[in-house]
């Protein structure tokens, strides 16, 4: 009878806990942490670092509140994984012959990314930031921009 007892309030003590947990409250059952990035026709984002928490469930939201024609100026938000500056540029070659999403046949090296968007376009991405900390490259494909839009997610 007393194992019983104990049992009993064990369970419960645990189940207390599990929902006191910072860990549950944050975790990817909760909703994403939203995240507005403008694009606009002076080819920048407004925002070129995002720090995240590994594993963080986020919501990119993009816009490009530009004026110009979409065929012009046109913003996407590409998260890529871990690689160098030279890296960047071969992705960014290999993306910009790819009208009108401006995405390469070959996404292996793309965590999340948003579609391309023509003035006052919006568009969101929902993804889980990468659980080994580090920085992680972000641009726009669209031909030329990359130069100016890139950013860096930072997890840690
Ligand atoms: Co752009």
Redesign the pocket.
Known sequence: MKTKWTNLLTSALCAALWVASPTHAQGTSGKPRVIEIT?NDQ?KYSINEITAKPGESLEVVLTNVGQLPKAA????WVLLKPMTDAEIATFASSAMTKAPDYIPDDTSSIIAHTKTLGSKETDKVDFTAPTKPGEYPFI?T?PG?YAL?HGKLIVK
């Open positions: 694009g080819m100026m046109s913003h996407n726009c669209f921009h839009m």
